[in-house]
């Protein structure tokens, strides 16, 4: 007898709401979340907050265990791959038996457990993140003059910074940073810094300042297309590009004289949006499909409504029914529509 074509096959029955992989209307898998932990900060920089920011009040903020049962709640839906940033995600209290509570996740399919640091507090935590299954860090470094550099963070200590990658680097960890290209902030800068990361191993990212926040103004007039820096660092490097893939938005380079790596993030001269697969959730558990639209789904409400994990996998499901095609920062850039009033560490950078 011929099998029935229009027969549904045993294994194409729909998968259970709690298992069911995120999928948005544009057919991107999200497997990747940016957990903020928290919206406070020990620096102040200036493309990111203004000098006297109003912190949320604590009780707004997700509990640790909460952040732990949200975020198992994503792995079981086929992310996999977290990362904890804010604000300061080290400043957050008690933040590493959060790592160690989310290094559990290991078993259920979560492959990295990775963060966003400004790097004050890594000589503190390096040794422990490594031991939590931390393999890689993104440190955040825009200048390595001092002087430039606490005038850029308004209130960073490099010293303290620079003994911070030390210490990752001693404990075995995987350091990449990431340089906010400004103009008038810190041009002049690129070359010492790529060479000085990649005479310790480590690839450098730059970015573009993405208008954001009350200071958006700043960042557009700051904008420094990532062009220019190609265009200084090929002055004295060798830049071919790399087949290297992070799983991220940026682009990357191999540096022939140093051996290292050189990435961009443009999210302004070139959209990345096609191949979007995260999402970010906020410390106070509002998810944001886009970091440049204003698209949000509470997640705090479903979490606290009840101890079973339902009501927010529906919540997961309307959020990825309405992640939106991509982000309108050229408009707003233009002037064409008004910048985002959000902060980058608001939604978790
Ligand atoms: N505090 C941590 C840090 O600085 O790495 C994590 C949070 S921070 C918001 C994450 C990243 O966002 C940093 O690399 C920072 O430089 C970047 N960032 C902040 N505001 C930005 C903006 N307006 N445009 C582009 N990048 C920004
Ligand atoms: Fe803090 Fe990071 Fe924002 Fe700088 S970029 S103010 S370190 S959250």
Redesign the pocket.
């Known amino acids: 007898m011929s099998p029935n074509l229009l027969e549904i096959p045993s294994h194409a029955a729909p998968a259970a709401p709690a298992t069911r992989p995120l999928v948005d209307s544009f057919a991107r898998t999200i497997d990747y979340i940016r957990l ?1 932990v928290t919206d406070r ?1 020990d ?1 102040r ?1 200036v ?2 907050m203004s000098e006297n920011m109003n912190f949320l009040p604590r009780a707004d903020l997700l509990t640790l265990e909460e952040l732990e049962r949200l975020s198992a709640a994503f792995v079981a839906r086929g992310v996999r791959k977290i990362r904890l ?5 080290l400043v957050r209290r008690n933040v590493m038996e959060l790592f160690r509570g989310l290094s559990r996740l290991f078993d259920r399919g979560l492959q990295e457990l990775t ?5 004050s507090q890594l000589a503190r935590y390096a040794a422990q993140l490594a031991d939590c299954g931390v393999r890689r860090v ?3 470094l ?1 200048t390595l003059d001092a002087e430039k550099f606490r005038a850029l963070t308004r209130w960073g200590d490099i010293a303290q910074v620079l003994k911070g990658v030390d210490a990752a680097l001693e404990a075995g960890l995987k350091v990449k940073l ?3 290209a400004l103009k008038g902030g810190n041009e002049g800068e690129f070359l010492p810094l790529v060479e000085w990361a990649h005479g310790r191993g480590m690839d450098v990212s730059f ?7 009350e200071d ?1 103004a700043y ?1 557009i007039e700051s904008l420094l297309p990532l062009d220019a820096v190609a265009a200084a660092l090929a002055e004295r490097l060798t830049l071919t590009p790399s087949t290297h893939v992070s799983g991220g938005p940026a682009r990357y380079f191999d540096v022939a004289e140093t051996g290292g790596r050189v990435g961009f993030i443009t ?1 302004l001269s070139q959209h990345f949006c096609d191949s979007c697969n995260r999402v970010r959730v906020t410390c106070t558990g509002t998810l944001y499909t886009c970091l440049g639209q204003e698209d949000q789904t509470d997640l705090r409400g479903p979490l606290r409504a009840s101890k079973d994990d339902s009501a927010l996998h529906a919540a997961l499901d309307d959020a990825m029914r309405r992640k939106p095609r991509g982000h309108d920062f050229l408009a707003q850039w233009s002037g064409a529509l008004a910048p985002s009033a959000r ?3 608001t939604t ?2």
């Open positions: 903020s900060c620096f920089c493309y990111c940033t804010g604000g300061e995600p963060l966003t640091t400004n790097g993104n440190v955040s825009d990431n340089c906010v970015i573009e300042a993405m208008p954001l926040g958006a960042n999210p902060h980058m560490s978790g950078g």
